[in-house]
């Protein structure tokens, strides 16, 4: 694959370009960056182009400033959608990136041909009127499960090896090869000054997300 880094409407995006004739936006989960899904990639590539739009924490020159809603991220890839060359897209997200790609279909259908959703985050409509309720408070982020792991990060970790050795143990990756997994890895991190091995995303962001994740699901159970 031909990988090219470059920006659009002063977005970043990475842009495989395998000489296909068709398109597709891939917009990618909260804390993973896209270089995360490269077995993914190497799999869609066979049939698309495929361009990764950076959600706002992975601009580096944007600070998290107390993020309200997920309104944010929605608006920046309608953005960046406006400045590409073509018409219609398919679509592919993950995560968060599901539920953007969802609110795009529901709000900017000009701009999609086909989407995919892979786990969007859409909550439960009796949760949504229960974390309204406390989502700013101590209390939520004590019992949200994803908001207690991200607070607990480590960021930086001596060697890769090290990374990759506790990420091994881990439940969730028992089905990835080591192969996969280090693909994961190199996408999560980047060698700082300091030759160590650091988290890209930042967590002030990655808690944010978490924490405001519901503020839309209204509308999409509205416009079904």
Known sequence: MNKI??????IPCEIFNNNKTENLIFL???AFPPRCYLPLMKKLATKFNIICPFFRPLWQVEKN???KSWDIFKKDTVAFLNHLDGDQYHIFGHSLGAHIAFRIVLENKEFIKKAILLDPVIFDKYFI???NLIKFTNFARSIHPLIRASKNQKMIYNTHLDIFSKYRKKSIFKNFSDKNLNYFIEGLTKTNNSGKIELIFPKEWELSIYQTGETTDNYIYKNL
Do not use: S
Not at 5 to 10: D, F, T, V, W
């Open 129 to 131: 009127l229960f974390w």
């Open 65 to 67: 400033n107390k993020l």
């Open 28 to 30: 990618h989960a909260n």
């Open 5 to 10: 880094l470059k920006y659009i409407n002063n």
